[in-house]
């Protein structure tokens, strides 16, 4: 019968069917093939790219594209190789043969500089430009906090959705992927074992590779290590880092610690002793100078004008921080705006919105991984009640976003350095220097964000700790070697137009090149002036009335030659006067350029017809010289 047959062949399929071979399913894996190099590379180097799964859990994930940079040692010594990762940087951007030739970390060992997965060279890139425009309103005075962060947080969702059509999220750009991808790497470029150097926000990926990839990584370096958003996100961390920055310029504050001031054992760790802060100073320099821009916002000048309210100016301190110039030149900049003269905020909000809005997304992709790890963001200071804008964007990342924090990695049982600035360290909760018992603190004073970058001391401890971890010692040269004097207000005049138009595009050139050629000028007249009079003179001819003709041209290269000696004395020993404005002394100085103005009207009386064209064009050169000390040193505006 019909139904019986049927049956029958049922039976025999259900049978065999475990005997059928399942089909494999294609698993992504890893690999590296030769590629352009995607930067410039010393002779010898090789580029490629790592592809890895976007999700090691799909099994048919799409492939993310790493490049990466192999700088080979300069002698073969068999050591350890050295993988790199920097910060928010691209590794485009890098000065590969500075960071590894130069700086000598090839020189005994390969050296591998790799993108992280997510950044502006690895494709796909984790990059969300909506959010970087919310965000640079978001420092705007325009609605409440809460409608600002909702803004960013909008442009984050659409960003996210964006993302997903493309096939992955936020939540596959986390520590622990970055971290496997360094194992992959390691293993298809075939080093049994290596040692990672972080940057900044790669920290959070340093200290977790050592549990992803434990037989591979040998030892961990920290340069300038970010576990949060990125900068100091709170208020109470920003006046913990001013006033170790005052520290440096107060003789009566608290001396920061340095590498020679640590204390090492045969046991290994070498730690620094924070110094014990008064934050009084710095609590009411930022309280005075946010309630000034709360009752009166500024509007920013430039390419991309910003207003800048008292919400926004811990953002702006925070990135101020990073830099060794900047910060030492906050404690006054804070005190000019407190004042009242907010326009010395110009070149620094430039500067920071830019940074701030442009780079961020990865980081705090990052930082949202990491933000359950002890110390990882500072906390707010107990008696603030509220958040800092910094601390709610980085929120909202987290929640838009929907990036899982990852566990915080156990106890390192392998070398670590962290190589840091006491004014950052002074915002850690908990440093990082403690995930290891055989951790080393190496800190070095107003070498900001990026230690090695600044301190070619620092460069030394690095390279020293690689050589032989065990037996490293933190004093081996001037612990201050990158610290820039922090200027006292008696030394600046403020001068916001000179500030902000010599860091723009242009450069300093354009704005001096009025007063280069007024100083040219005015020199060439006082050597022919001297020679005329020394010719008389010899002549023995009256020299009274040619006496006079030379008020003009010696007090006008007076006032230049003094000019360029007083910019380049400040350039050299104390560049963070530039910051701010000019050095106290030049609007002193100018009183010899108007003396020499006055000295033209004797120049006018004894003219002759046929030179008077001359004279009217020196004249004019005189005049708009005099307007440019009016507008650039003077601030008359």
Same mark, same amino acid.
């Given at each position: 019968?019909?139904?019986?047959?049927?049956?029958?062949?049922?039976?025999?399929?259900?049978?065999?069917?475990?005997? $059928?071979?399942?089909?494999?399913?294609?698993?992504? =894996?890893?690999?590296?093939?030769?590629?352009?190099?995607?930067?410039?590379?010393?002779?010898?180097?090789?580029?490629?790219?790592?592809?890895?799964?976007?999700?090691?859990?799909? @099994?048919?994930? *799409?492939?993310?594209?790493?490049?990466?940079?192999?700088?080979?040692?300069?002698?073969?010594?068999?050591?350890?190789?050295?993988?790199?990762?920097?910060?928010?940087?691209?590794?485009?951007?890098?000065?590969?043969?500075?960071?590894?030739?130069?700086?000598?970390?090839?020189?005994?060992?390969?050296?591998?500089?790799?993108?992280?997965?997510?950044?502006?060279?690895?494709?796909?890139?984790?990059?969300?430009?909506?959010?970087?425009?919310?965000?640079?309103?978001?420092?705007?005075?325009?609605?409440?906090?809460?409608?600002?962060?909702?803004?960013?947080?909008?442009?984050?969702?659409?960003?996210?959705?964006?993302?997903?059509?493309? #096939?992955?999220?936020?939540?596959?750009?986390?520590?622990?992927?970055?971290?496997?991808?360094?194992?992959?790497?390691?293993?298809?470029?075939?080093?049994?074992?290596?040692?990672?150097?972080?940057?900044?926000?790669?920290?959070?990926?340093?200290?977790?590779?050592?549990?992803?990839?434990?037989?591979?990584?040998?030892?961990?370096?920290?340069?300038?290590?970010?576990?949060?958003?990125?900068?100091?996100?709170?208020?109470?961390?920003?006046?913990?880092?001013?006033?170790? /920055?005052?520290?440096?310029?107060?003789?009566?504050?608290?001396?920061?610690?340095?590498?020679?001031?640590?204390?090492?054992?045969?046991? #290994?760790?070498?730690?620094?002793?924070?110094? $014990?802060?008064?934050?009084?100073?710095?609590?009411?320099?930022?309280?005075?100078?946010?309630?000034?821009?709360?009752?009166? @916002?500024?509007?920013?000048?430039?390419?991309? @004008?910003?207003?800048? #309210?008292?919400?926004?100016?811990?953002?702006?301190?925070?990135?101020?921080?990073?830099?060794?110039?900047?910060?030492?030149?906050?404690?006054?900049?804070?005190?000019?705006?407190?004042?009242?003269?907010?326009?010395?905020?110009?070149?620094?909000?430039?500067?920071?919105?830019?940074?701030?809005?442009?780079?961020?997304?990865?980081?705090?992709?990052?930082?949202?991984?990491?933000?359950?790890?002890?110390?990882?963001?500072? =906390?707010?200071?107990?008696?603030?009640?509220?958040?800092?804008?910094?601390?709610?964007? *980085? *929120?909202?990342?987290?929640?838009?976003?929907?990036?899982?924090?990852?566990?915080?990695?156990?106890?390192?049982?392998?070398?670590?350095?962290?190589?840091?600035?006491?004014?950052?360290?002074?915002?850690?909760?908990?440093?990082?220097?403690?995930?290891? *018992?055989?951790? /080393?603190?190496?800190?070095?004073?107003?070498?900001?964000?990026?230690?090695?970058?600044?301190?070619?001391?620092?460069?030394?401890?690095?390279?020293?700790?690689?050589?032989?971890?065990?037996?490293?010692?933190?004093?081996?040269?001037?612990?201050?070697?990158?610290?820039?004097?922090? $200027?006292?207000?008696?030394?600046?005049?403020?001068?916001? =137009?000179?500030?902000?138009?010599?860091?723009?595009?242009?450069?300093?050139?354009?704005?001096?090149?009025?007063?280069?050629?007024?100083?040219?000028?005015? $020199?060439?007249?006082? /050597?022919?002036?001297?020679?005329?009079?020394?010719?008389?003179?010899?002549?023995?001819?009256?020299?009274?009335?040619?006496?006079?003709?030379?008020?003009?041209?010696?007090?006008?290269?007076?006032?230049?030659?003094?000019?360029?000696?007083?910019?380049?004395?400040?350039?050299?020993?104390?560049?963070?006067?530039?910051?701010? #404005?000019? @050095?106290?002394?030049?609007?002193?100085?100018? /009183?010899?350029?108007?003396?020499?103005?006055?000295?033209?009207?004797?120049?006018?009386?004894?003219?002759?017809?046929?030179? =008077?064209?001359?004279?009217?064009?020196?004249?004019?050169?005189?005049?708009?010289?005099?307007?440019?000390?009016?507008?650039?040193?003077?601030?008359?505006?």
């Amino acid at each position: 019968m019909p139904w019986k047959v049927a049956a029958v062949l049922v039976a025999a399929v259900v049978v065999l069917l475990p005997a $059928i071979p399942a089909v494999a399913v294609p698993t992504a =894996r890893a690999e590296v093939r030769a590629a352009e190099c995607v930067v410039e590379v010393p002779g010898g180097s090789r580029c490629g790219e790592l592809s890895v799964p976007i999700s090691r859990e799909v @099994p048919d994930s *799409a492939q993310a594209m790493l490049p990466y940079v192999l700088v080979p040692a300069t002698l073969d010594t068999g050591r350890v190789p050295l993988v790199y990762l920097a910060g928010d940087t691209p590794l485009s951007e890098l000065d590969v043969a500075a960071l590894t030739v130069e700086r000598g970390l090839a020189a005994d060992r390969d050296v591998v500089l790799v993108e992280r997965r997510g950044g502006a060279d690895a494709a796909p890139t984790l990059a969300c430009d909506p959010a970087a425009e919310a965000f640079r309103s978001a420092l705007g005075t325009e609605g409440s906090r809460e409608e600002r962060v909702t803004a960013v947080a909008a442009a984050f969702t659409s960003c996210a959705e964006g993302w997903q059509e493309d #096939g992955f999220s936020a939540g596959d750009f986390g520590v622990q992927a970055a971290a496997a991808d360094l194992r992959d790497l390691r293993q298809e470029l075939g080093y049994a074992r290596w040692t990672v150097l972080a940057v900044g926000s790669s920290a959070g990926v340093a200290l977790t590779a050592t549990g992803i990839d434990p037989e591979g990584v040998d030892g961990v370096v920290l340069d300038g290590p970010d576990l949060g958003a990125p900068g100091i996100v709170s208020s109470g961390g920003v006046e913990a880092a001013l006033s170790v /920055i005052r520290a440096r310029g107060d003789d009566r504050a608290p001396t920061p610690s340095s590498p020679d001031e640590t204390e090492t054992s045969d046991a #290994g760790p070498a730690t620094a002793s924070a110094p $014990i802060l008064d934050t009084s100073w710095s609590a009411e320099r930022l309280t005075a100078a946010s309630e000034a821009l709360t009752a009166s @916002p500024h509007r920013t000048t430039g390419a991309r @004008p910003t207003t800048i #309210g008292g919400d926004a100016l811990l953002t702006l301190v925070s990135h101020a921080l990073t830099d060794p110039t900047t910060q030492a030149a906050l404690p006054v900049l804070l005190e000019t705006v407190a004042e009242g003269h907010r326009a010395a905020l110009d070149p620094l909000a430039a500067a920071a919105v830019d940074d701030l809005s442009r780079g961020g997304v990865l980081g705090r992709v990052l930082g949202c991984s990491t933000a359950a790890w002890p110390g990882a963001a500072e =906390r707010t200071d107990p008696g603030t009640p509220t958040t800092t804008l910094l601390e709610d964007v *980085a *929120a909202a990342a987290c929640t838009t976003f929907g990036v899982a924090a990852s566990p915080a990695p156990s106890p390192l049982d392998r070398p670590l350095l962290v190589v840091s600035a006491p004014e950052q360290d002074a915002a850690w909760a908990s440093p990082p220097s403690t995930w290891s *018992a055989s951790a /080393i603190a190496a800190v070095f004073p107003g070498s900001g964000a990026i230690p090695t970058a600044e301190s070619s001391c620092a460069s030394v401890a690095v390279r020293s700790w690689l050589s032989e971890p065990s037996s490293y010692r933190a004093a081996l040269c001037a612990g201050d070697d990158a610290a820039i004097p922090v $200027i006292d207000a008696a030394a600046v005049s403020p001068s916001a =137009r000179w500030v902000t138009d010599t860091t723009g595009g242009g450069g300093p050139w354009l704005v001096l090149a009025l007063p280069m050629l007024f100083a040219l000028v005015a $020199i060439g007249w006082s /050597i022919a002036w001297a020679y005329r009079l020394i010719a008389q003179a010899l002549r023995r001819e009256p020299v009274q009335d040619g006496l006079r003709l030379g008020i003009a041209p010696v007090f006008g290269a007076s006032w230049a030659v003094g000019a360029v000696a007083l910019l380049l004395r400040d350039g050299l020993t104390n560049p963070a006067v530039g910051v701010i #404005g000019v @050095p106290a002394a030049l609007p002193w100085l100018s /009183i010899a350029l108007l003396v020499s103005c006055l000295g033209l009207v004797p120049v006018w009386e004894g003219a002759h017809r046929g030179s =008077r064209v001359r004279i009217a064009a020196i004249s004019t050169l005189w005049a708009a010289t005099a307007l440019w000390t009016a507008v650039y040193v003077l601030a008359w505006w």
